[in-house]
């Protein structure tokens, strides 16, 4: 991120509400992700009514893999409903656009060139990309483009019937956590500087020497400039272990980092660790990790993601396997690929930190091929007007 002759006072570290409760939803939503959490989640899963409960499932897509842009405010508010209000303020394309890019898994120059909203080929093929994903993503497509006034209304109402439901309880439990982490950060950004906020968020984040740029090791390799904006830093207790950057075009940068447990884990004993690590002696292995930690995918998908064959992905997919860092599941013809997150946990902290950071929004549109934009696992008969796979 580019920072050049930002003003102190456009840094901001500030609690948002809005933000804890995207990860509290990713949270009851993916929560092999948190296993610090599964006592949690287990609770609130039994607690929500059964209406709640399948709202959420309508949605998840908003914030399950990564999440929608406008669900992390630049601006944070003291309240939810506050922040709520803000959301309404944005416009529909660029709202319907932030929830296609993750709902789709789409590229965000494809929905920035044209609009679903107006273009008849832009809908379409977001269509595609939504029907690769799933029938629930597809369906869930269709109403936002079809009426996204109606699903905006309802997204928000149901975000409201969180708090009521869950949020608020947390919220009032983590306040203090969050306010002693902001008064850290806050008065080492006054008397120390930036690179030394900076290093107590995360060890991923740093200020260059020259002090012109923040830097932050994501699986993307992209760039921002917040020159005239600023960044919003936001802490996060239920987030923890992900580091979530909102980078795109249009919108001011901010991270959300976790705040560091006040009770860290013991390390895993060292035989434990040299075993597991000799799985991951390759960087391409390191890679397909942190590609299947976004979820499933079979060995076609980070295939194409990353340019390399499926033989070759499939002989690191064994050797991750064997070490029972995956898990494989049949569906037809396919196997799909999954992180075995805690058995990752048993390597320590750091590396699962590494491998879970998620962006704002998909790194690359997996599983979906370049020429017609389905993933061949998924082309369907009923779609006659699109290609059908080679």
């Known amino acids: 991120m580019d920072i050049t002759g930002l003003p102190p006072d456009r840094l901001r570290f500030a609690a948002s509400p809005l933000a804890e409760l995207t990860s509290m939803l990713h949270a009851l939503a993916a929560p092999g992700h948190h296993p610090q959490l599964a006592d949690w989640v287990a609770d609130v899963r039994a607690r929500l009514r059964p209406e709640l409960a399948e709202r959420l499932r309508e949605a998840e897509f908003l914030w399950r893999s990564s999440q929608a842009d406008f669900l992390f405010p630049a601006r944070p508010r003291p309240t939810l409903a506050q922040e709520l209000d803000d959301v309404d303020r944005i416009g529909d394309e660029t709202y319907v656009t932030a929830a296609l890019v993750t709902t789709c898994g789409g590229n965000r120059a494809f929905f920035a060139a044209s609009s679903p ?9 977001a269509l595609d990309l939504a029907q690769a994903r799933g029938a629930r993503q597809e369906a869930f497509a269709e109403r936002l483009i079809a009426d996204p006034a109606a699903v905006r209304a309802r997204v928000r109402h149901t975000l409201e019937e969180c708090a009521e439901a869950f949020f608020d309880a947390a919220w009032a439990g983590i306040a203090e ?17 930036l690179g030394a906020a900076l290093a107590s968020v995360s060890g991923a984040i740093a200020l260059t020497p020259d002090g012109d740029c923040v830097t932050v090791d994501k699986l993307q390799d992209k760039a921002t400039a917040a020159n005239g904006t600023g960044v919003t830093f936001i802490p996060s207790v239920f987030g923890s272990p992900h580091l979530v950057v909102v980078h795109a075009p249009g919108w001011q940068p901010v ?15 060292l035989e434990t660790v040299g075993l597991r690590l000799k799985a991951l002696a390759h960087p391409v292995r390191l890679r397909l990790l942190r590609t299947l930690a976004r979820g499933p995918h079979t060995t076609g998908e980070p295939a194409h993601t990353w340019e390399l064959t499926p033989p070759e992905v499939s002989r690191h997919l064994a050797v991750l ?31 699962l930190s590494a491998v879970l950071r998620q962006d ?19 082309c369907p008969a009923r779609r006659k007007s699109r290609p059908s796979c080679p």
């Open 360 to 378: 704002a929004f998909p790194a690359h549109t997996v599983g979906v091929r370049p020429d017609h934009g389905l993933a061949c696992s998924s």
């Open 117 to 125: 909203l107006t273009d008849t080929d832009a809908r379409e093929r």
């Open 177 to 193: 956590r969050l306010a002693t982490d902001l008064r850290l950060k806050n008065d080492l950004l006054r008397h120390q500087g």
């Open 321 to 351: 396997l064997r070490a029972d860092l995956l898990t494989a599941r049949r569906q037809g013809r396919y196997i799909h690929y999954t992180l075995n997150v805690p058995a990752l946990t048993t390597l320590g902290t750091d590396l």
């Open 255 to 269: 991270v959300q980092y976790p705040v560091a447990e006040p009770n860290p884990p013991e390390p895993v004993p």
